[in-house]
């Protein structure tokens, strides 16, 4: 061990883990450790630790060493592989315990060993060395049948044949001795003895012996004289160069008596497959069909006696088959159809696994095309077996579909069954193959461009087109490409993409996507010229001149960059859509209009580069002279008057090279601003170094409230996990009963005398019988479907009392919903911008009032700021808010010299001296307290919520910088919580304000309560929303929460939180708490109650919802529950009153809450007609009084 710092310390296991892990981090510590512990030194202690003592992580060690053993050793291999060969010798003459000396370390030392000599190229650095572990290896393998170390003889075999691989003959004389031993060996470690002999076998055959020879006289193989130990490098691989060994092997006669000898070990090794796993038997093939090709021996052998493994059902075995059809393919002439069968059947098996079934059709095609090469097809008679399945993954259904289309091409360039076979069925013609084929993906119709099915069904399109002339660009492809575009086969496909444009306007952009992809390659893009000219034949004059034009913009544009296809019909095309759009044209869709306009005058514009002025003279001046004087945009009108004058006074090759030209030099500061103009009518986007992912660095949206629970939209429960009799809104149903209530309306007017009246349908025991149509769907619980019932006074009184209040509730479905709104700030920090941009820092403002006058000039802004929100939860679409300009924060100040500090103090006298005169916002900002009004935007986000649930609203911005250029980007994304759904009720119009509305939500809140006490209360009564076009069930649930929290911190949480949405308050301790807090204003109290004028309507039914009842205690008796009021009783002595709480959850839920208030705990009784919400509600209940 060297001394240099790392003599007389012992590493433990913890330092072992940290030297690994600081070897695979960096260099540096690398450095670091063998500073401290030279390679050599690490390597001796690492194996004398492994050697020595009970170590657990004996196996890192050593992998340790094998990745790292070029840097350990350096140039100092052969004292390193001196150290490592006697730990191997001891290693493997240690007796196994179990414990210290394991099977395994054997086999690892082993492995360690040759790896090092492998990568030290011990050959060239340590001859003796790799002498020394040839020797040993062969000592060891010199035992056959010792079953004692059969493992490691195994072992021994497969270094050696490492060792064989990267030194070539390294074993060459060992051939004979390995020969015996392989026929004497009887344990299963025989595989190692012929996998070793046949890589042996191979070098030879391919590498040495490589000339023929008809001598009678040779050199015997089999037969050495020289000894195998001691055993000797050859002197070939002594003198050769270090990676270049196989030069330097001498090449010798192949004469008769050593073919002889090849031939003996060969049928030796053929009996003895049955011995080999299947990655053996893998690596015996690969090696026999490299000796054969280099002996040109025939096939047939191979062909017999392992032809049979292609009925296995291992993946490997049936490789290796086709490996031997792949390099003996004569052997195999008129053998083809049992091999092409059996794929088949793999591929068609369902209980087979996907990535065999995928292999199969792969070797179909691999076979298919290799036979190409040499004849005719074969696959194309099995084309009906190739059919994709239903049940097919779609992975398996692309690949069947890829042979599918090389089958089509084939017998359309054959014309003729290609391999007449009486067991073969009929082969179809190519365009039935396409029609039967796609009908497994013909989910794409229906589907969005962007689904995977879509995107498969335009892959196999391109297949069937661009399979009969790959991408080999020889000289024949021209040839080959106008026979296929004069085939069935083609025009059957530009059939399909005819009539899907035509029938399918959402697949437009896939096509596009497919003509690029054919434009972009030089030997297909005749294939995307011929499709653009089938378009402009036989799709533009069926296409209707109206608002589904536009979907056909972007094809047309393509169409007008040919120069080959005449524009005539379709500038025609678009002169007949501008007509009637400028006349059906409304006074709001003047955006619209101008979009559209923009749109056709850039196709107006490609067809002024890419075709001849006197072509497209005519239509193109009568489009554009009707666009220039009566089109309704100022914008639109002067780019077609230019365009106008330019068809008429310029030449067309100047014309095309003024328009290239603003092409050219748009991006260029220089550029005159007519090029920019004649480059696109609408100011570019800017694509500099502004990119959108810096935008949110320095451009901010905050919330002005910030939510008390955090991320509470991760745990949101959409309306698919309500029954659909819970009532709630389904879109779905609402576009049903929209096309419904138009056909019933003159019925259900004719039937108006027929039907008793709500009011008295709701007395007690009174039955109403309504006629119901059995057309309709009973699915929606309609008045007109509910069950007979029987109601006591107190219900009707509760359901009248409902009905008139979801009457003021508005419909979503049928008209605008009730819309929430959420302030936050906008916030633009130009300091950070500049930074991000790598331009100079922003200079501090001065303070004074002359140079905060003129803040507009010099202070960095953005300009025509709009704001775009997306949210994935259940709400309506959120309208866009535009900011004119922002002004950016001040900078951060730096510390202020002396000087810097005098001047300020003299600008502060100045000002103190004219305080009469100064504003007093402008002495703010000369205190040094900028007013943030000029630098934050109020901004307010309306949301139409369809359910009452959090979610997340993504926001995405875009702007003018102060050089007019456009920048857009994703900023953060503001989180929307449950508090910010809460709402109070609307009031009728009917109930006096401001003195009736307390009153108004005390009886609601009753008749809440007692709709809401559980599941099915009210039945199927059903609850018509404003309008009449929906109605709805309430189905309520109910919960309980328990607020461990003094009564001061509650009372403090819901006058800060809550205090709008209390309806009354009762408990003469809670009354004067909250009277205190100033919350018992707006409600009704124990005061107000005792008050006459408070009582309400008189006696006549048990349940009043006008006031609530009083219990011995005088205190507001809310529960309707006997039991419940008895408990309430019983600890009245402990409890100081409770809050009675409604809120109103749009579209139209509510949420109740009774806060039963004592000294240290609260408990809440929670009642909604929304179950999902609780999840919420209790979240935001345990936030309420542990908020700051």
């Not at 008809?214 to 037969?223: D, E, R, V, W």
């Not at 309208?879 to 202020?896: A, C, D, G, I, N």
């Amino acid at each position: 061990m060297a001394d240099k710092g790392g003599v007389g310390k012992v590493l433990a296991v913890q330092d072992w883990e940290q030297l690994m892990s600081d070897f695979r981090v960096s260099t540096d510590l690398q450095k670091k450790w063998l500073h401290l512990w030279p390679g050599l030194s690490l390597v001796e202690y690492a194996l004398q630790t492994i050697t020595k003592k009970e170590f657990p992580i004996k196996a890192q060690l050593l992998v340790f060493i094998e990745e790292n053993s070029e840097l350990l050793l350096g140039s100092e291999v052969s004292p390193g592989m001196t150290i490592i060969l006697d730990h191997l010798r001891s290693v493997l003459q240690s007796p196994v315990d179990g414990v210290i000396m394991t099977n395994s370390l054997k086999d690892h030392m082993m492995v360690m060993a040759t790896t090092v000599a492998i990568v030290s190229d011990v050959l060239h650095t340590a001859l003796d060395k790799l002498e020394s572990l040839v020797e040993l290896f062969l000592v060891y393998i010199n035992r056959p049948n010792y079953t004692a170390d059969r493992q490691l003889r195994g072992l021994a075999c497969d270094c050696l044949r490492e060792l064989e691989i990267a030194y070539p003959c390294l074993l060459y004389s060992c051939v004979g001795p390995l020969h015996t031993l392989c026929l004497n060996e009887r344990t299963h470690v025989s595989q190692n003895y012929i996998l070793l002999l046949t890589t042996i076998m191979e070098n030879l055959s391919c590498k040495m012996y490589t000339a023929r020879s008809k001598s009678n006289s040779y050199l015997p193989i089999l037969q050495s004289a020289a000894p195998v130990v001691p055993f000797s490098v050859p002197f070939f691989l002594v003198s050769s160069t270090p990676g270049k060994e196989v030069d330097s092997i001498p090449s010798r006669e192949l004469t008769p008596g050593n073919l002889k000898e090849f031939r003996k070990v060969v049928a030796f090794l053929w009996e003895r497959p049955q011995l080999l796993t299947t990655v053996g038997m893998l690596d015996f093939v690969s090696s026999l069909i490299k000796i054969y090709k280099s002996l040109e021996l025939s096939g047939s052998l191979l062909k017999h006696h392992f032809s049979s493994l292609l009925h296995s059902y291992s993946p490997v075995l049936c490789h290796i088959v086709l490996s031997i059809y792949t390099h003996f393919i004569d052997s195999f002439d008129g053998d083809e159809g049992p091999i092409l069968r059996r794929l088949v059947a793999l591929a068609r098996e369902s209980s087979q696994s996907l990535p065999f079934r995928l292999l199969a059709v792969h070797w179909l095609r691999g076979i298919d095309a290799l036979h190409r090469e040499r004849k005719s097809s074969i696959l194309a008679p099995y084309a009906k077996s190739v059919y994709p399945l239903v049940f097919d993954p779609l992975s398996l259904k692309a690949a069947k579909l890829g042979a599918l289309a090389q089958c089509a091409v084939a017998v359309e360039k054959e014309k003729a069954p290609a391999n007449g076979n009486a067991s073969v069925e009929i082969i179809p013609p190519p365009s039935k193959m396409l029609k039967e084929g796609m009908l497994c993906v013909g989910s794409y119709t229906w589907l969005p461009p962007w689904s995977t099915e879509t995107r498969l069904a335009f892959h196999i399109f391109h297949k069937f087109l661009t399979v009969a002339v790959p991408h080999a660009g020889g000289k024949g492809d021209e040839t080959e490409l106008d026979s296929f575009i004069q085939s069935a086969l083609f025009h059957s496909l530009q059939d399909v993409f005819v009539d899907m444009a035509k029938k399918k306007r959402r697949l437009v952009p896939s096509l596009l996507a497919l003509l690029d992809r054919l434009v972009g390659c030089d030997t297909h893009r005749k294939l995307a010229e011929t499709l653009l000219r089938a378009f402009n034949e036989e799709l533009l004059p069926t296409l209707d001149s109206d608002r589904y034009l536009p979907s056909y913009f972007p094809l047309l544009e393509k169409i007008a960059e040919n120069s080959e296809i005449p524009p005539g019909a379709l500038v025609e095309k678009l002169t007949v859509y501008m007509f009637k759009t400028a006349e059906a044209g409304a006074a709001d869709e003047d955006c619209l209009l101008w979009g559209r306009a923009i749109q056709v005058l850039g196709i107006c514009r490609t067809v002024l580069l890419n075709h001849q002025s006197s072509r497209c003279f005519h239509g193109l001046a009568q489009l554009l002279g009707f666009l220039c004087l009566y089109f309704p945009d100022i914008e639109v009108r002067d780019t077609a008057r230019l365009y106008l004058r330019m068809l008429i006074t310029i030449p067309g090759n100047r014309l095309r090279y003024i328009l290239n030209y603003g092409d050219e030099r748009a991006e260029e500061a220089n550029a005159p601003q007519a090029a920019k103009l004649l480059r696109s009518p609408s100011p570019p986007s800017y694509q500099g170094h502004a990119q959108a992912p810096l935008v949110s660095t320095y451009v901010h949206l905050k919330r002005v409230t910030p939510l008390l629970v955090q991320h509470s939209w991760s745990l949101v429960l959409y309306d698919v996990f309500q029954s659909k009799t819970t009532g709630a809104l389904d879109e779905k149903l609402g576009e049903v009963l929209k096309t419904k209530r138009k056909v019933v309306e003159k019925e259900e007017a004719l039937a108006t005398q027929k039907v008793v009246p709500m009011s008295e349908a709701l007395v007690p025991a009174v039955v109403t019988v309504i006629p119901v149509d059995a057309e309709e769907d009973f699915s929606s619980p309609t008045p007109a479907k509910s069950a007979l019932r029987v109601m006591d006074s107190r219900t009707s009184e509760v359901i009248l009392f409902l009905r008139k209040h979801f009457s003021q509730i508005p419909d979503f479905l049928h008209g605008p919903g009730l819309k929430i709104s959420v302030p936050c700030l906008l916030i633009f920090k130009g300091e950070v911008r500049q930074k991000a941009m790598g331009d100079s820092e922003l200079g501090e403002p001065d303070s004074s009032p002359s140079s905060f006058s003129q803040l507009s000039d010099s202070w960095p802004a953005i300009y025509a700021v709009i704001l775009t929100f997306t949210t994935t939860g259940m709400y309506g679409p959120i309208p866009k808010v535009r900011v004119p300009f922002l002004l950016s924060e001040p900078p951060q100040k730096s510390p202020m010299s002396k000087r810097d500090r005098q001047d300020s103090r003299k600008g502060k006298e100045k000002v103190a001296a004219d305080q009469d005169t100064v504003d007093k916002d402008t002495a703010l900002v000369v205190a040094g307290n900028p007013l943030e009004d000029l630098f934050h935007k109020l901004v307010d986000i309306e949301l139409e919520p369809r359910q009452p649930v959090p979610t997340l609203v993504d926001a995405h911005v875009v702007f003018s910088d102060e050089e007019g250029r456009g920048v857009q980007g994703r900023i953060e994304s503001i989180p929307i919580g449950i508090e910010d759904l809460f709402l109070i009720p609307s009031i009728p119009s009917d109930v006096s304000l401001p003195e009736g509305a307390g009153d108004y939500l005390l009886k609601l809140y009753h008749a809440l309560w007692e709709a809401c006490s559980g599941p099915g209360r009210l039945g199927t009564e059903t609850f018509s929303l404003e309008g009449g076009h929906n109605e709805v069930v309430i189905e309520g649930s109910e919960s309980v929460k328990l607020i461990e929290a003094q009564v001061d911190r509650v009372v403090m949480a819901i006058e800060q939180h809550l205090a709008r949405f209390v309806v009354a308050v009762n408990g003469p301790a809670l009354v004067s708490m909250t009277k205190d807090g100033g919350i018992s204003d707006d409600v009704l109290s124990q005061e107000a109650v005792d008050s006459p004028s408070k009582s309400g309507t008189g006696g006549g039914s048990e349940f009043d919802v006008s006031s609530p009842h009083r219990n011995a205690n005088n205190q507001l008796a809310l529960q309707l529950d006997p039991r419940e009021r008895i408990d309430q009783e019983e600890g009245s002595n402990t409890g100081l009153g409770n809050f009675l709480i409604l809120i109103f959850l749009p579209p139209r839920f509510h949420l109740l809450l009774r806060m039963e208030v004592a000294d240290y705990s609260t408990l809440v009784r929670i009642r909604t007609d929304y179950w999902p919400c609780l999840a919420h509600v209790d979240e935001y209940l345990e936030a309420l009084t542990t908020a700051n």
